[in-house]
């Protein structure tokens, strides 16, 4: 065994066989959903050391702690957050300010949605609004499929603006070095330009069409905003946390801290802030309640795929690709940049978008030499998070907060058919990543 483990590592393609084996079989488990994503991962990695493509202070070296602790720490202040009814009440409040017009009220949701996924997980996002949209659709009697489908589009075009939209994003910025600014000033004007356009083929596709009797309206505008409240004290804390974390996260050169710690240190003030006035006995379950909001199958998930990757990495495989995608392309930054962008688009549509920029972030680093260094590799990276984030609106499957909203739908009697969600969406989609397409062009060429 350990003679035919020792020339499956051999140099040359050979020892490319088992860990590319091993990274393939993981990632048709996760696509395959017959076995839980983190426990596909986990399996993996195991095997990653088990065979000895890693040790295992290299696989602990593999793992990117501070994608990690951004995760875990952003999940911890958003799950305290939402007890305080903050997003209910904003949501009431938007639609009140456009007079309860139900195609103003889609626009205004889906708006809503956009901006709470820039600063918060896109995921967690979409669980606090969808819920308040089936009140208020159901009091104005229209059909909530529109509103569903503009939220999920809204929630991951939003989620690509900044570093802590979009778990893609997260990954990047943190292998990559790259900060909250520099994300908001390279991404943040293309995808105002995306959100604003597929905010209104929506409006003409839905919206101008939608109405409601004076009297369903006015059951909207007699609602009270302050009665989704349901902790003023905790609300209040919760804006000051999140305002502060996001400041931090704009200075982060200048007071020289990694966004990981930012949130970390953010979760920590804001469990503090909503324990103070409880009795010590009555602390321990409530902070119990906080960790139970973290995602810990994504956050397992990350650890397992990041070990993987690192054994591909260690093979060569992602260095040979990466020559292949060059050769391609004949060594042309331009080329490369629009090889990626609709790569990531069309293929993070059918597969899930995180093992797949996970795999492409050290691809795209293997480059640089031959692109003429770090800095001109720099559109690559845009161009990688745009078509990752924005491709995940192509299908049903293409992102997490769409299979969530769907979920709920169902639940509540709404189906989402696959077929038909994507029949809509992947135009829509495309639109979007061709005007990301044009806008690298024009920006960085």
Not at 20 to 31: D, E, I, K, Q, R
Not at 212 to 232: C, V
Not at 269 to 286: G, K, W, Y
Request: hydrophobic share 60%.
């Amino acid at each position: 065994m350990e003679g035919i483990l020792a020339w499956i590592r051999a140099d040359g393609h050979a020892g490319m066989l088992l860990p590319g084996a091993v990274m393939l079989l993981t990632y048709a488990a996760v696509m395959s959903e017959r076995v839980n994503r983190a426990v596909a991962a986990l399996l993996g990695a195991g095997v990653t050391v088990a065979a000895g493509l890693l040790t295992q202070e290299q696989a602990i070296a593999a793992i990117d702690w501070n994608t990690l602790a951004l995760l875990t720490g952003m999940m911890i202040v958003v799950g305290v957050s939402k007890k305080s009814g903050l997003f209910g009440y904003v949501a009431i409040r938007a639609a009140q300010a456009v007079k309860a017009h139900p195609g103003a009220i889609l626009m205004s949701l889906a708006l809503i949605t956009a901006g709470f996924s820039a600063l918060l997980d896109n995921v967690t996002t979409v669980l606090l609004v969808v819920p308040v949209t089936f009140v208020v659709c159901g009091e104005l009697k229209v059909p909530v499929y529109p509103f569903l489908f503009a939220e999920i589009f809204a929630s991951n075009i939003g989620g690509t603006a900044t570093l802590i939209g979009d778990p893609p994003n997260i990954l990047i910025g943190s292998q990559v070095g790259l900060t909250f600014d520099d994300f908001v000033l390279n991404l943040t004007p293309v995808v105002l330009a995306v959100l604003a356009v597929q905010t209104l083929l929506m409006h003409l596709i839905w919206g101008a069409r939608m109405k409601a009797t004076a009297e369903e309206r006015a059951r909207i505008m007699a609602m009270h905003p302050r009665d989704f409240i349901a902790d003023m004290r905790l609300l209040k804390w919760s804006v000051a946390t999140i305002a502060a974390v996001v400041a931090a996260f704009v200075l982060a050169k200048q007071i020289r801290m990694e966004p990981g710690s930012i949130a970390l240190l953010g979760a920590a003030v804001i469990l503090f802030l909503d324990n103070l006035p409880r009795h010590r006995h009555l602390q321990s379950e409530a902070v119990s309640d906080a960790f139970r909001e973290v995602e810990w199958i994504t956050i397992f998930f990350f650890v397992g795929l990041f070990v993987v990757i690192g054994g591909v990495k260690q093979a060569g495989i992602l260095d040979l690709l990466a020559r292949q995608l060059l050769a391609a392309t004949g060594g042309d930054p331009k080329l490369t940049a629009e090889g990626v962008l609709w790569a990531s688009a069309l293929l993070s549509a059918i597969v899930d978008n995180i093992p797949f920029v996970a795999t492409m972030i050290p691809m795209v680093k293997s480059m640089a030499p031959a692109l003429g260094g770090e800095h001109a590799i720099m559109p690559l990276w845009w161009a990688l998070s745009l078509g990752a984030c924005l491709g995940g609106n192509g299908t049903l499957i293409g992102a997490s907060a769409n299979l969530t909203v769907a979920g709920i739908a169902e639940k509540s009697g709404v189906r989402f058919s696959f077929l038909k969600f994507t029949a809509l969406a992947m135009p829509l989609m495309l639109i979007g990543v061709a005007i990301c397409h044009y806008y690298l062009l024009w920006r960085y060429f």
